[in-house]
């Protein structure tokens, strides 16, 4: 069994975006592990491996205008099924 669940990922455009900033955010607030924040100051791809997939996107709802949101059942996966 996985201790995450949901492979979260997402992009987030913006202005003045750091990616030390976010993924201090999300190491200290919300629990997970796997986490990627790359980019640039304008775009930022975020991957999180959560069972709380809603609090990242709440957060980076704050940051900018967030796309490309894909959120994956790895349990499912795992089991052979479409996640």
């Known amino acids: 069994m996985l201790e995450f669940k949901f492979d979260t990922q997402l992009l987030i ?7 030390d900033a976010i993924g201090d955010y999300i190491t200290a607030n919300i629990e997970g592990d796997c986490l990627l924040a790359v980019g640039d100051e304008d775009l ?17 709802c704050t940051l ?20």
């Open 13 to 19: 455009e913006g202005q003045g975006l750091s990616e």
């Open 44 to 60: 930022i791809k975020v991957h999180f491996h959560t069972n709380t997939p809603w609090k990242l996107l709440e957060y980076c």
């Open 64 to 83: 900018g205008e967030i796309y490309d949101v894909v959120i994956e059942n790895m349990e499912r996966q795992e089991a052979g099924l479409k996640g």
